[in-house]
């Protein structure tokens, strides 16, 4: 081991403005995080006596009970739709391929005012049992706003995280495991349970972590069908009793819940690994399926495309057409104005510090540069309405220490300057989806080593003239996959810019959700619309910039 001197000269010697800004930046994200732990060390006031006495049972029942079920389900909804589009060909297999992904597109919440919505009692699908087929209907089966409805809501849509995973490994890497077994006389189905789920439970692990983060960041699908969630908590006891100590207390505690998934999920991943026996990865070859088996697959993957992503988007299609003459006006487009600007503004800071700690980490695999890249993960694992305690209480410390200079540029006393601001907003995107772009960016640079940037180097070229020169040109596809996956979140992130934006500002996420809290869904799904329109087009391309990096 050596000797802190010898770690000290090292450290040195290796520093640079690349270290430095990834530093800086890994300890800024860490900070809200710091925040919200201390609140459990904190004296608790009246308010938390009463919700640990009568309430805190009922929220942590009501979240696991939430997460546990949604991760079943979308884990045997992923794999199995995995497993079919990556090892059998079917009809519009190659559509269903990118096809199934597009309910990433729909937030949970959109999904679940249109669902509510289709099947309350003046809603398209028990009109349809009245009025077409004459039958009347047992209110019973229709009630969707309850726990089982939000089961159904989350696992049709946040299923692809499971999918995506587990496809892309079972194409890449299951091929020679999977022949040997065909080889040997085994079926589709010993296969599928013997060979494919044991094989991929690294990937299907990471999948559903993925799933049991979004649900529990989840506001307004949990607000909206009176789901007593931990997130939902956190906003009542914050705004409907005006105590942010026993929210933080809140927050504190399901950040630990969510560092607890993520030590189960390491443990999980490292139980088993599985090396391909013939030293190479070689593509899974498909069967293709004839008579019964190949309309059972597309039957299958058609009626989730239908459930997940295409009557959902109808539906609010149908809507809109009805109510945009109302909605679409002059403030309207200040709400895509907004929307577009502070992604873009979000994602472009984001992927510039990706960039710039990605390339600064790959050099250095030190223990400090493994604890910054833990550090810039950590956003994505908290959920919004937990950053946002933390993020506020950093800007306003922030604030009050800078007090002395804003008086000096004329502000009154106790103004609040940072605080409530773009500023803020920004930087909480920044420190929640962080790890997307830095994921991304990382991949990028894994694929390609790091061979080309030392030749460049010892031709006596630095470190950043050789980013710009030789990694960026290479890496250009994995920076633009960040991009588009960091943009797709921040635009239809919703508890996040509920809680931090500043005054009378706006996004198609808040306005959605203001009109769908008003009861007013019709006029909810003008800006549902744009919101899922922008993912689909940001899921297509990521499909075709992975298809080029494939091929």
């Given at each position: 081991?050596?000797?802190?001197?010898?770690?000290l000269?090292?450290?040195?010697?290796?520093?640079?403005?690349w270290?430095?800004?990834?530093?800086?930046?890994?300890?800024?994200?860490l900070?809200?995080?710091?925040?919200i732990?201390?609140?459990?060390f904190?004296?608790?006031?009246?308010?938390?006596?009463?919700?640990?006495?009568?309430?805190?049972?009922?929220?942590?029942?009501?979240?696991?009970?939430?997460?546990?079920?949604?991760?079943?389900?979308t884990?045997?909804?992923?794999?199995?739709?995995?497993?079919?589009?990556?090892?059998y060909?079917?009809?519009?297999?190659?559509?269903?391929?990118?096809?199934?992904?597009?309910p990433?597109?729909?937030?949970?919440y959109?999904?679940a005012?249109t669902?509510?919505?289709?099947?309350?009692?003046?809603?398209?699908?028990?009109r349809?049992?009245?009025n077409?087929l004459?039958?009347?209907?047992?209110?019973?089966?229709?009630?969707?706003?309850?726990?089982?409805?939000?089961?159904?809501i989350?696992?049709l849509f946040?299923?692809?995280y499971?999918?995506?995973?587990t496809?892309?490994?079972l194409?890449?890497?299951?091929?020679?495991?999977?022949?040997n077994?065909?080889?040997?006389?085994?079926?589709?189905?010993t296969?599928?349970?013997?060979?494919?789920?044991?094989?991929?439970?690294?990937?299907i692990?990471?999948?559903?972590?993925l799933?049991?983060?979004e649900?529990?960041?989840?506001?307004g699908?949990?607000?909206?069908?009176?789901?007593?969630?931990?997130?939902?908590?956190?906003?009542?006891?914050?705004?409907?009793?005006?105590?942010?100590?026993?929210?933080?207390?809140?927050?504190?505690?399901?950040m630990?819940?969510?560092i607890?998934?993520?030590?189960?999920?390491?443990?999980?991943?490292?139980?088993?690994?599985?090396?391909s026996?013939t030293?190479?990865s070689?593509?899974?070859?498909?069967r293709?399926l004839?008579?019964?088996?190949a309309?059972?697959?597309f039957?299958?993957?058609l009626?989730?495309?239908s459930?997940?992503?295409?009557?959902?988007?109808?539906?609010?299609a149908v809507?809109?057409?009805w109510?945009?003459?109302?909605v679409?006006?002059?403030?309207f487009?200040?709400?895509?104005?907004?929307?577009i600007g502070?992604s873009?503004?979000?994602?472009l800071?984001?992927?510039?510090?990706?960039?710039?700690?990605?390339?600064?980490?790959?050099?250095?695999?030190?223990?400090?540069s493994?604890?910054m890249?833990k550090m810039?993960?950590?956003?994505?694992?908290?959920?919004?309405?937990?950053?946002?305690i933390?993020?506020?209480?950093?800007?306003?410390?922030?604030?009050?220490?800078?007090?002395?200079f804003?008086?000096?540029?004329?502000?009154?006393?106790?103004?609040?300057?940072?605080?409530?601001?773009?500023?803020?907003l920004?930087?909480?995107?920044?420190?929640?989806?962080a790890?997307?772009?830095f994921?991304?960016?990382?991949?990028?640079?894994?694929k390609?080593?790091?061979?080309?940037?030392?030749?460049s180097?010892?031709?006596?070229r630095?470190?950043?003239?050789?980013?710009f020169?030789?990694?960026?040109?290479?890496?250009?596809?994995?920076?633009?996959?960040g991009f588009?996956l960091a943009?797709?979140?921040?635009?239809?992130?919703?508890?996040?810019?509920?809680?931090?934006?500043?005054f009378?500002?706006?996004?198609?996420?808040?306005?959605a959700y203001?009109?769908?809290?008003?009861?007013?869904?019709?006029?909810?799904?003008v800006?549902?619309?744009?919101?899922?329109?922008i993912g689909?087009?940001?899921?297509?391309?990521?499909?075709?910039?992975g298809?080029r990096?494939?091929?």
């Amino acid at each position: 081991m050596k000797k802190p001197s010898v770690m000290l000269r090292d450290t040195k010697r290796k520093l640079n403005g690349w270290i430095v800004i990834s530093g800086i930046g890994a300890i800024a994200a860490l900070l809200p995080s710091l925040y919200i732990l201390t609140g459990l060390f904190r004296k608790p006031n009246e308010n938390w006596a009463h919700i640990q006495t009568y309430l805190l049972a009922d929220y942590a029942k009501e979240t696991l009970i939430l997460v546990a079920c949604t991760v079943f389900f979308t884990v045997m909804i992923g794999a199995i739709l995995a497993w079919l589009v990556a090892a059998y060909e079917f009809p519009f297999r190659r559509f269903f391929a990118w096809g199934l992904a597009l309910p990433l597109s729909i937030p949970p919440y959109i999904a679940a005012y249109t669902y509510g919505s289709m099947f309350s009692y003046t809603g398209s699908v028990q009109r349809f049992f009245r009025n077409t087929l004459g039958m009347q209907v047992d209110q019973r089966y229709f009630d969707i706003l309850s726990m089982k409805g939000a089961i159904f809501i989350f696992t049709l849509f946040l299923y692809p995280y499971v999918y995506l995973v587990t496809k892309t490994f079972l194409e890449r890497q299951s091929a020679a495991f999977i022949e040997n077994a065909r080889l040997l006389g085994k079926g589709p189905i010993t296969i599928f349970f013997r060979i494919v789920l044991p094989l991929s439970q690294a990937a299907i692990v990471g999948g559903a972590s993925l799933v049991a983060f979004e649900v529990l960041n989840d506001f307004g699908l949990t607000k909206h069908f009176g789901i007593q969630s931990f997130t939902a908590a956190i906003f009542k006891t914050w705004f409907g009793m005006n105590d942010i100590d026993s929210a933080n207390r809140l927050a504190a505690l399901l950040m630990s819940l969510m560092i607890l998934l993520l030590v189960v999920e390491r443990l999980l991943r490292r139980r088993k690994s599985y090396s391909s026996p013939t030293g190479r990865s070689a593509p899974l070859q498909r069967r293709k399926l004839k008579g019964a088996g190949a309309g059972a697959a597309f039957t299958i993957c058609l009626v989730v495309f239908s459930l997940s992503f295409l009557i959902p988007v109808i539906q609010l299609a149908v809507w809109a057409s009805w109510t945009y003459d109302d909605v679409i006006n002059s403030s309207f487009w200040v709400l895509i104005r907004n929307t577009i600007g502070i992604s873009l503004l979000a994602v472009l800071l984001l992927i510039i510090f990706a960039c710039i700690a990605a390339n600064a980490s790959r050099f250095d695999r030190s223990i400090w540069s493994l604890a910054m890249t833990k550090m810039i993960g950590m956003g994505y694992s908290i959920p919004g309405a937990v950053l946002s305690i933390g993020v506020l209480a950093i800007f306003i410390s922030t604030d009050e220490r800078l007090a002395s200079f804003y008086k000096l540029l004329g502000y009154a006393e106790g103004k609040l300057v940072l605080t409530m601001s773009l500023v803020m907003l920004v930087f909480a995107y920044i420190v929640r989806f962080a790890a997307v772009g830095f994921n991304a960016v990382e991949t990028g640079f894994e694929k390609r080593g790091i061979r080309y940037a030392e030749a460049s180097r010892m031709l006596g070229r630095g470190l950043t003239r050789t980013f710009f020169t030789v990694d960026l040109p290479m890496i250009k596809g994995a920076v633009l996959t960040g991009f588009l996956l960091a943009f797709m979140e921040i635009v239809k992130e919703l508890p996040l810019t509920l809680l931090l934006r500043p005054f009378n500002f706006d996004t198609l996420a808040t306005k959605a959700y203001q009109y769908a809290s008003d009861e007013q869904i019709h006029q909810a799904s003008v800006p549902a619309l744009i919101l899922v329109a922008i993912g689909v087009v940001s899921v297509l391309i990521y499909h075709r910039i992975g298809e080029r990096q494939s091929a």
